[in-house]
């Protein structure tokens, strides 16, 4: 995900950083096809786009970004679909801003916005279809909500962070795009794509996966100790495992 003919129709949209988890390796099996779809920008999809998804199977769309972001640029909206707005950062939080690598900066979200984590894992364990969710680039919130499902699933770290770096090649393709929509006042810089806020690479989710599991245990954890329901927990692994 997205198929060859879906794909094109997504870009037009200005959606790049879209992809179906089924088939990711996990300890007893793999994440079972047309569950857990992450993406970026949902909120930008047309009508051929939310026709993609649906036919994929994609009942419940959660949208990571906060209040101030989907007034500005929209939500996601189709009939017989459930979105759930499950922000991760609140509108004061000005990370993008800072210094700090960004591995660190991955951290001090996970120990801040735990809450908010379980509520979009809530929603992935209740659904009996597809659950598409997104932020604005589809790597950071994205990226560790991903993180977490996959940590929660019995995945590998090294497979954790090899989907996330995935995401290194979509972001350039925005980062190409937004400029040419007039979104930015200059083109994003090598140096930005390959070690900044736009980056993808492995070591930093290694890095935070590091932290999850030295200060937690790990996602099971990490989502019990913010307040997710155990059963809940133990739902998704039913749900969403394809044993072999």
Same mark, same amino acid.
């Given at each position: 995900?997205?198929?060859?003919?879906?794909?094109?129709?997504?870009?037009?949209?200005g959606?790049f950083?879209?992809?179906d988890l089924g088939?990711?390796?996990v300890d007893s099996?793999?994440v079972r096809?047309?569950?857990?779809?992450?993406g970026?920008?949902?909120h930008?999809?047309g009508?051929e786009?939310? @026709?993609?998804?649906?036919?994929?199977? &994609? *009942? $419940?769309?959660? +949208?990571?970004r906060? !209040?101030?972001?989907r007034e500005?640029?929209?939500?996601?909206e189709?009939?017989?679909?459930?979105?759930?707005?499950?922000?991760v950062?609140d509108p004061?939080?000005?990370?993008?801003?800072?210094?700090?690598p960004?591995?660190?900066r991955?951290?001090?979200?996970?120990?801040?916005?735990?809450? @908010?984590?379980?509520?979009?894992?809530? &929603? *992935? $364990?209740?659904? +009996?279809?597809?659950? !598409?969710?997104h932020c604005a680039?589809?790597?950071?919130r994205?990226?560790?909500?991903?993180a977490?499902?996959?940590?929660?699933?019995?995945?590998?770290?090294e497979?954790?962070?090899?989907?996330?770096a995935?995401?290194?090649r979509?972001?350039?393709?925005?980062?190409n795009?937004?400029t040419?929509?007039?979104?930015?006042?200059?083109? &994003?810089?090598?140096?930005?794509?390959?070690?900044?806020?736009?980056s993808?690479?492995?070591?930093t989710?290694?890095?935070a996966l590091?932290w999850l599991?030295r200060?937690?245990?790990?996602a099971?954890g990490y989502?019990?100790?913010?307040?997710?329901?155990?059963?809940?927990?133990?739902?998704?692994?039913?749900?969403?495992?394809?044993?072999?």
């Amino acid at each position: 995900m997205p198929t060859p003919a879906l794909r094109p129709i997504l870009a037009r949209d200005g959606i790049f950083n879209v992809r179906d988890l089924g088939g990711v390796p996990v300890d007893s099996g793999s994440v079972r096809p047309g569950r857990l779809v992450r993406g970026d920008a949902l909120h930008r999809a047309g009508p051929e786009a939310v @026709r993609g998804l649906i036919d994929h199977g &994609v *009942v $419940a769309v959660i +949208d990571l970004r906060d !209040a101030s972001e989907r007034e500005r640029e929209g939500a996601f909206e189709a009939r017989g679909v459930e979105t759930v707005h499950a922000p991760v950062l609140d509108p004061s939080y000005e990370w993008y801003d800072r210094d700090a690598p960004l591995a660190d900066r991955y951290v001090e979200i996970l120990a801040n916005f735990g809450d @908010r984590f379980g509520v979009a894992v809530e &929603v *992935v $364990a209740r659904s +009996d279809g597809g659950v !598409a969710y997104h932020c604005a680039v589809g790597k950071d919130r994205t990226g560790l909500l991903t993180a977490l499902l996959l940590d929660l699933l019995g995945a590998d770290a090294e497979t954790i962070a090899a989907d996330y770096a995935r995401s290194a090649r979509a972001t350039t393709m925005m980062a190409n795009w937004s400029t040419l929509k007039g979104f930015y006042d200059r083109p &994003v810089t090598d140096a930005e794509l390959a070690e900044g806020v736009w980056s993808a690479r492995p070591e930093t989710m290694l890095s935070a996966l590091e932290w999850l599991r030295r200060s937690h245990g790990g996602a099971i954890g990490y989502l019990i100790d913010a307040g997710t329901p155990p059963e809940a927990l133990e739902e998704i692994r039913g749900r969403l495992i394809e044993t072999d």
